[in-house]
């Protein structure tokens, strides 16, 4: 990586839990020296993308909380989404989420929590590989396959996809059936379902999902919620496309 790439790669990594990190550590994360990576540091401590906390460790700094109101208030995704996601929780019952492709992996940007008192964890800014997980096996399957190939297939669980073939005919079958299943890949006791959101030119930019104790899923609901994971994502890309937010759901 050249020096923006690893001050990139610092902001996104002062962004992760536990939220506060040491330079070593951070510099042993992005490959650069102790010295390299506090001088990265104090550019972004300087321009307040950084903060150094009183144990001279460092953590995110105000000026991220402003580009983030302000790609709110401006752009406003969440506002736009969350009445999908909300219809998909209530007629589910589980997490709905949203996420986007950012830096070769699935990030959860925004998301409704379940209301049931047992839920699947989870934030906002986590990341997924696109090899395991509904929303990354869905982001993925629209990608290079050949370029997700020089990635390590690194197991969560036995139930992980950890064969390059096998992943390419998951992302065949996924872009043909139009959704994915995550079935005890990342966690044995959790289950997702998650589609694919298009652009104007049909072209994958986004995906949604639910995430669900496999305890809790029958063969009757996980039919069921397939059909509304892939009914809710069709309606987001049409609605989204033509400006027409929120309409169908009135």
Same mark, same amino acid.
């Given at each position: ?20 990190? $040491? ?17 990265? /540091? ?5 321009? $307040?993308? =950084? ?54 992996? =699935?990030?959860?940007?925004?998301? &409704? ?13 986590? &990341? ?22 020089? &990635? ?14 096998? /992943?390419?005919? &998951? ?12 079935? $005890? ?66």
């Amino acid at each position: 990586m050249n020096s923006a790439e690893k001050t990139a790669a610092l902001l996104k990594l002062l962004g992760l839990a536990p939220y506060v990190h $040491g330079v070593t550590e951070l510099g042993e994360k992005i490959g650069c020296s102790k010295s390299g990576t506090y001088k990265l /540091l104090a550019a972004l401590v300087q321009n $307040g993308l =950084a903060a150094q906390t009183l144990d001279r460790k460092y953590t995110l700094g105000p000026a991220v909380y402003i580009l983030g109101k302000t790609y709110e208030d401006r752009i406003g995704l969440s506002r736009m989404i969350r009445p999908y996601l909300i219809r998909l929780r209530d007629l589910t019952g589980e997490n709905a989420s949203f996420s986007i492709l950012v830096g070769g992996k =699935a990030n959860l940007i925004y998301r &409704e929590e379940s209301l049931q008192l047992v839920r699947v964890a989870g934030s906002v800014g986590q &990341e997924r590989p696109l090899y395991a997980g509904s929303t990354g096996k869905v982001l993925g399957a629209f990608q290079d396959g050949r370029r997700l190939m020089d &990635e390590p297939l690194t197991p969560f669980t036995p139930r992980t996809i950890t064969s390059p073939q096998a /992943l390419l005919e &998951e992302y065949a079958n996924i872009r043909k059936q139009g959704y994915a299943i995550s079935d $005890g890949e990342l966690n044995i006791e959790t289950i997702g379902i998650g589609a694919p959101v298009r652009d104007e030119s049909g072209s994958v930019w986004a995906a949604i999902s639910i995430g669900a104790p496999r305890m809790r899923v029958d063969d009757a609901k996980r039919e069921r919620y397939i059909f509304l994971v892939t009914e809710i994502a069709a309606e987001m890309s049409r609605d989204l496309t033509r400006g027409t937010v929120g309409d169908s759901l009135k």
